[in-house]
């Protein structure tokens, strides 16, 4: 199992930007950002693996960046040209063994982060 510690988001106008930051404690093969909104089902955003391959949903393609700190074993995710429609409850999600063709998949995941709000609006 993997302890994450999540950090950051908050509320920000249309168009702004926000951090989010993900704490480890250990070295995963995976380890992604998923969010929900209440009546769905939690979506995959972003995702990297342990070698360096990043995906994104297609949804924040172009205004969302993963990077990571391998000596604080610390996953950021900066969200910018935010929408109202990003509003959502985030979650970090870690594991140890995975394959990279399921980085966005839930069901891949079995460490999990406790939630941090991130809310657009005017």
């Known amino acids: 199992q993997v302890q994450l510690a999540e950090s950051g988001g908050g509320s920000a106008q249309p168009g702004g930007s926000l951090r989010l930051s993900c704490t480890a404690s250990?070295?995963?093969?995976?380890i992604a950002w998923f969010r929900q909104v209440p009546g769905n089902d939690r979506e995959g955003v972003a995702g990297?693996?342990?070698?360096?391959?990043?995906m994104y949903a297609d949804s924040v393609k172009g205004r969302f960046t993963l990077s990571q700190d391998n000596a604080k074993n610390t996953m950021y995710l900066d969200m910018h040209s935010l929408k109202s429609e990003d509003t959502a409850t985030y979650y970090c999600a870690g594991t140890v063994n995975c394959q990279t063709s399921r980085l966005l998949r839930r069901e891949e995941y079995r460490s999990w982060g406790q939630g941090t709000q991130v809310t657009v609006s005017p």
């Open positions: 250990r070295v995963t093969a995976c």
């Open positions: 990297i693996t342990s070698g360096g391959i990043i």
